[in-house]
């Protein structure tokens, strides 16, 4: 090759241009890239939300499942504390009762004890039998006081005037009894009558 020959190939070098469909290509795929990254993420998030609903409703059902656990319990407890309650009932009220109905017997013996000591005394029974059988409503004035005759002895004449009722002798009255006769009716004014409404209000009492 000649000198000139050489001189003109190294004037005119072999020149080198970019390929534009590798350029596009890497576009291309760059962006592919980035959307399926964000599509990746999008889905992440999809997944992970769902997670946590799923784990909220598990935590709900297992909390409304402990609270009816737990008022079924309570009311479970009181179902046992009411029958508790209906047995000891059942034990200790008829076991009062019997102690009520035997208080009432005493204090009704103590009192006709008491009542018995106090009418023993002439003066005692004639002035607790003249009390009570001049106890009425003043309109009401009676005409007849019956007592018994030991008790009606007791009493001076001075006290039967001042009494302004007429007094009869009753043999079959005993010491401490009266009986007030009215116009329209009587007032029985024995002990025994007295001890027995008494008796019956309370046993009605506790019965």
């Not at 241009?17 to 980035?34: I, K």
């Not at 076991?95 to 018995?116: F, P, Q, S």
Request: hydrophobic share 45%.
């Amino acid at each position: 090759m000649s000198s000139e020959a050489r001189s003109s190939e190294a004037r005119f070098s072999t020149v080198s241009f970019p390929n534009l469909r590798d350029v596009n290509r890497d576009r291309v795929d760059e962006q592919s890239r980035a959307r399926g990254h964000a599509a990746g993420y999008a889905e992440g998030l999809r997944a992970a939300a769902q997670a946590v609903d799923a784990r909220m409703a598990r935590l709900d059902a297992e909390h409304a499942a402990v609270v009816l656990r737990g008022q079924a319990e309570i009311d479970r407890a009181i179902v046992l504390l009411g029958a508790a309650a209906a047995a000891l009932d059942e034990r200790t009220v008829p076991v009062l009762r019997e102690a009520e109905a035997t208080l009432v017997a005493t204090a009704l013996e103590l009192a006709e004890a008491i009542l018995g000591h106090e009418l023993s005394d002439a003066g005692n029974s004639s002035r607790f039998a003249l009390g009570r059988a001049l106890d009425h409503a003043a309109d009401d004035t009676p005409h007849t006081v019956r007592m018994n005759p030991e008790d009606l002895d007791v009493i001076d004449r001075a006290t039967r005037e001042r009494a302004g009722v007429r007094f009869t002798a009753d043999p079959s009255l005993v010491r401490g009894d009266a009986i007030t006769e009215f116009a329209d009716g009587f007032l029985d004014a024995r002990i025994s009558t007295a001890l027995e409404r008494a008796k019956a209000a309370l046993q009605g009492e506790t019965a």
